[in-house]
């Protein structure tokens, strides 16, 4: 099984726990709901790991079966296979969407309403970022440790989709200097 040191699946390896702590302080996260939330989130992974398992199969299969002379009835088989499969996920994973969403009080609730509401304006804040009508996270501000600032040209600052074309490869692209003013 896959897995890296202290990973489980690794000899004497135990799953390190997430740094869920702007998320605990941004609900009110009690240490019993974030371990109850970590608990129904390995369950989860635990009830998918067979259709995912299976999904992995069922790819291989498909891939013996291109062919010119493939027979049409038994690759369209396996893709119905492959779909119901991937359905189970998709139910799986509602089903302990909301098993974690009954961990939480009315008032979590309501504080996780505003957090998807900001989740939805990621892309529209990453494009302010480009376009530098917002300034983003400086290193240390940003949530789980230090956020380097990224340009191009002469010290623009690269958002999310930006630096994608040819014309932005690796090359182009540079560390800024901490402590260097936004233009």
Do not use: C, W
């Not at 119901?84 to 996920?89: D, G």
């Not at 974690?100 to 998807?116: F, M, W």
């Not at 380097?148 to 040209?153: D, K, M, N």
């Amino acid at each position: 099984m896959p897995g890296g040191p202290g990973m489980p699946g690794q000899p004497g390896g135990q799953a390190r726990q997430p740094n869920l702590n702007d998320l605990k302080a941004a609900l009110g996260l009690s240490d019993q709901q974030v371990e109850g939330l970590i608990g129904l989130q390995r369950e989860r992974q635990q009830a998918n790991r067979s259709a995912f398992l299976q999904i992995a199969e069922r790819q291989n299969t498909l891939s013996q079966l291109l062919s010119p002379s493939a027979d049409p009835a038994a690759l369209g088989r396996v893709l119905i296979d492959m779909e119901n499969l991937k359905l189970q996920v998709r139910q799986n994973d509602e089903r302990y969407e909301q098993l974690s969403r009954d961990v939480l009080t009315a008032d979590q609730k309501t504080k996780l309403k505003t957090l998807e509401d900001a989740l939805k304006l990621q892309p529209a804040i990453g494009q302010a970022v480009a376009l530098q009508l917002i300034e983003p996270p400086r290193r240390g501000d940003a949530p789980g440790g230090p956020m380097p600032r990224l340009g191009f040209g002469i010290g623009g600052v690269m958002g999310p989709g930006m630096g994608t074309g040819p014309l932005f490869g690796p090359r182009f692209l540079h560390r800024i200097p901490e402590g260097t003013p936004a233009p």
